[in-house]
């Protein structure tokens, strides 16, 4: 079965809605969607960037475009008690899932936690909570999210998805095509039925070309 | 007749993307588009943030999502012969056009120059060309363009872009409400149609609510 991956992290409300229209993305395109956690601040420092929530006016924006969002997609969402939150717990207690199907449990709970029940994802209690609900054993999740291991494991999506050239959430991957952003689902679903044309060699001419002008004091 | 503002900087493709959608839209939606020339790159540096193309990443991205959306609207583009470049002749002579109409045919000269002629809109001749085609006054258009009035004009669009909290192009308002990019057409249209609800109370609630976590090194 052909696969897409979905690179997320639970600080992001775009990779909230993003997610609730994972599976009716999956079966309509008959592709298995294999999700990516990553530190979506990692990307951030590797690109020297700010995030939305780090830029006031974008902060603003965001918050209105993302409750219109969910209004056009019939998705609830609610925001966090405190954001950005640190989501690290979460992102490695999704990694340390024993198999695809209770991960995807574990990111529906831990999505839906922070995105609609206003908890905070980076209490212990809130994940532990999350983690039996989905009917998992909390004491090993917990135990193997702490491991070399499982943080290794988070490090290497996030370090990989650097070397892709990711530099937002969530960023979906088909075919080693990016997609970012919720806005990007019509442009993913036409690449997966073959009717998005992209000329490389016009990519690339267009690359090649220089710049004339460039600002003084580029942060 | 209702109007809305179309906010705008000829150095992005998806500035021009949307810009040919602009008359459409205004027809369909009963609206009147009033363009507003600014310069991008004073916005940056007024949040503080890069440009597309001043991060790799974003670049290699964009070029790739532009032509997809291009495509996919059925819009002919092509990369200016260099990129970032000075935008503001360009921009002045807009804001310099006698009226609205003449302003029209001006953008949409200008927009075609750069991305669908591969011209370069920094080049005096290039813009007289298309002043020119448009059956206007080159030399008096040229004239009041270097004129401190013109100047002011464009630096008042954009600081009260950056008042409004405008960080990005293209940005549409209507009713000042903001929306960015090409992508945010379909919002726009639901808002223009009332079909855009939009809970001030949450947002209100979710601005006030603290973060929890934060970069050491943010750029």
């Keep these: 079965m052909r696969s897409i991956e979905f690179c997320f992290d639970y600080i992001s409300p775009y990779a909230y809605l993003s997610w609730t229209q994972a599976r009716s993305l999956g079966e309509r395109q008959g592709v298995e969607v294999i999700p990516r956690p990553l530190l979506f601040a990692g990307l951030l420092s590797a690109h020297g960037t700010r995030g939305p929530a780090e830029v006031p006016a974008k ?124 806005d990007s689902h019509p442009l993913l679903e036409a690449h997966l039925e073959g009717r998005a044309e992209l000329d490389a060699d016009k990519v690339a001419r267009w690359l090649s070309r220089p710049s004339s002008a460039s600002r003084k004091n580029t942060p």
Tied chains: 1, 2.
Excluded at 71 to 98: K, S, Y
Excluded at 105 to 118: C, T, V
Aim: glycine share 4%; charged share 25%; aromatic share 8%.
């Design 59 to 182: 902060k603003q924006y965001m918050l209105r475009d993302v409750l219109r969002k969910a209004h056009a997609l019939g998705v609830d969402i609610e925001f966090p008690p405190a954001h950005p939150f640190n989501p690290l717990l979460a992102l490695r207690v999704t990694c340390a899932a024993p198999n695809l199907d209770a991960q995807r449990k574990l990111i529906d709970g831990l999505f839906s936690a922070a995105w609609r029940e206003q908890r905070a994802l980076d209490d212990v209690a809130t994940v532990r909570e999350v983690v039996e609900r989905a009917n998992l054993d909390a004491n090993a999740l917990l135990e193997a999210a702490a491991s070399d291991r499982v943080k290794a494991t988070l490090r290497s999506h996030t370090e990989e998805a650097i070397a892709q050239g990711i530099f937002g959430v969530p960023t979906w991957v088909a075919d080693g095509e990016l997609f970012w952003g919720v």
